[in-house]
């Protein structure tokens, strides 16, 4: 039995001056069909103030936010180390090895992409993106980045409107979270 592939998805952390801001649109699609329109991809993590969204699997991810929040527990809130912890369990576990997503994480110091692979990646310009539409929200981001714009959430949701104009997986039902 062959099943559909669920596409879509655009994430976009962007980390300024004056602000760290984590942007999802809200579309799920099943195949070529739009299956929903507002769903929520991007959270905080108020204990941590930790910003996560993901990109994939929605069951693996919420199964992933989990592990991340008990390895933030276990690390007392330091990003970096259960990111990489996380990353090297994903990777090394035969279960969760066939995990289909990718996550970004933020904090006030750190912009993260993790994947199964084992991949924790923190780009140089502060600006995370992940999903079927995340180099066109990234492209954007950095653009209003150069031209003098500040505002961490207004470059996400912005960005994420000029994402959603491209790309057919991306929606404008765009949620923000920010620190």
């Known amino acids: 039995m062959m099943t559909e592939a669920y596409h879509g998805t655009t994430i976009l ?50 199964a992933l936010f989990s592990k991340f929040e008990k390895r933030l527990s276990e690390f007392n809130g330091r990003v970096h180390r259960a990111a990489v912890e996380l990353a090297q369990e994903w990777r090394s576990d035969r279960i969760l090895r066939k995990l289909e997503a990718l996550l970004a994480v933020m904090d006030r110091e750190h912009s993260l992409i993790l994947s199964g692979s084992g991949d924790v990646i923190e780009p140089d310009d502060g600006l995370v993106a992940v999903g079927s539409g995340g180099s066109y929200a990234l492209a954007a981001a950095r653009a209003y980045c150069d031209a003098g714009k500040t505002d961490a959430a207004d470059i996400a949701r912005d960005s994420l409107h000029i994402a959603a104009g491209i790309c057919i997986y991306t929606n404008d039902q765009i949620e923000v979270v920010e620190l």
């Open 13 to 62: 952390g962007v980390r300024t001056k004056s602000g760290v801001a984590l942007a999802g649109d809200g579309q799920v699609t099943l195949g070529h069909t739009v299956v929903k329109r507002g769903a929520v991809k991007v959270r905080r993590l108020e204990d941590w103030d930790v910003l996560c969204g993901f990109s994939g699997s929605a069951a693996d991810a919420f």
